[in-house]
């Protein structure tokens, strides 16, 4: 696939021409679908967000004042996609269940455990999508998304604690996730080694 500049692409996008479109997608298909599957349930849902994302990409890029990369404000566009079909679809019952418990952060996963550097990002995703709702959100935008906890209290509608309760929930849910994991592996190696 040729290279365009961005100036190129954004203007073609902005004229509503297929083929910038198409290549605007496919050059950034991997990295958006990355981001999409950490908040769906499965990867039906998560090629459906991308879609999704990527049609309010288009309809919104003549809003895009060169302020900042591209790829930051396509990204931004595609978490709040994901945030918006949370929001509508399982949100606001997964808020009604929350703790306002407030923990401290702690480190996402402990130095006793070596699971995460053997897996693969597949496999994490995966473990990720099994979270509750709200817990996989707060997770991945406090993880993987860099908002701070009160960012994500605005956002949600929740409070500072209810979001620190979330991160910490996920870890601990994943850490077990992991060991679990670990075991059936050790367990897989050995019964092979006998």
């Not at 900042?68 to 945030?83: A, D, P, Q």
């Amino acid at each position: 696939m040729p290279e365009y500049a961005e100036n190129e692409i954004i203007e073609g996008c902005k004229n509503n021409n297929p083929f910038f479109q198409e290549h605007l997608y496919k050059k950034n298909y991997s990295l958006f679908l990355k981001i999409c599957a950490r908040y769906a349930r499965d990867m039906q849902d998560a090629e459906q967000l991308l879609q999704d994302g990527f049609l309010k990409i288009f309809k919104h890029i003549p809003d895009f004042a060169f302020k900042g990369s591209f790829e930051g404000w396509m990204k931004r566009v595609m978490i709040n996609n994901c945030l918006d079909y949370l929001k509508s679809k399982q949100f606001n019952d997964a808020k009604k269940l929350c703790l306002e418990e407030d923990l401290g952060e702690n480190n996402l996963f402990s130095n006793q455990n070596n699971g995460l550097s053997n897996m693969g990002l597949r496999e994490l995703i995966r473990l990720i999508q099994t979270l509750p709702p709200m817990s996989k959100t707060v997770f991945n935008l406090f993880i993987f998304d860099g908002y701070s906890h009160k960012e994500i209290a605005q956002i949600l509608e929740i409070s500072v604690g209810t979001s620190q309760w979330h991160v910490n929930n996920a870890r601990k849910s994943l850490q077990e996730k992991i060991l679990k994991t670990e075991g059936k592996e050790l367990k897989i190696h050995n019964e092979k080694i006998l």
